[in-house]
């Protein structure tokens, strides 16, 4: 059974920084994608950045420059470091992940609330 253990949410003020962590187990497959999404009250799930297995990163516009995704291959962990974070950045965090046989699984969330 596939498991998705999300870590590293919080509260933090305006300026400051959140590192988000994301462990997978559980598949026999391998892993070519790894992303975290997020999801303000009321509104849609979106995308805030991706990376492949061979490192490509995508990121959503409005958190280029502050955002940062990593992976850690041998361990099937995905990171997002987050930097000057903005009132706008409250969400739940989630935890994506993409096979080789193509299921996708996400984590449960971890909140992120940012006071101005």
């Known amino acids: 059974q596939v498991q998705l253990v999300e870590s590293g949410g919080g509260l933090v003020q305006a300026g400051g920084s959140l590192r988000l962590s994301c462990s997978a187990s559980g598949s026999i497959f391998s892993i070519i994608g790894m992303g975290w999404y997020r999801q303000a009250p009321g509104k849609e799930l979106e995308l805030v950045a991706t990376?492949?297995?061979?490192?490509?990163?995508n990121y959503a516009d409005s958190v280029k420059g502050r955002f940062t995704i990593s992976r850690d291959n041998a361990k099937n962990t995905v990171y997002l470091q987050m930097n000057s974070l903005k009132p706008e950045d409250t969400a739940s965090y989630y935890c994506?992940?993409?096979?080789?046989?193509?299921?996708?699984?996400w984590g449960q969330g971890t909140q992120v609330t940012v006071s101005s």
């Open positions: 994506t992940v993409v096979y080789t046989n193509t299921e996708r699984y």
């Open positions: 990376v492949t297995s061979g490192g490509t990163t």
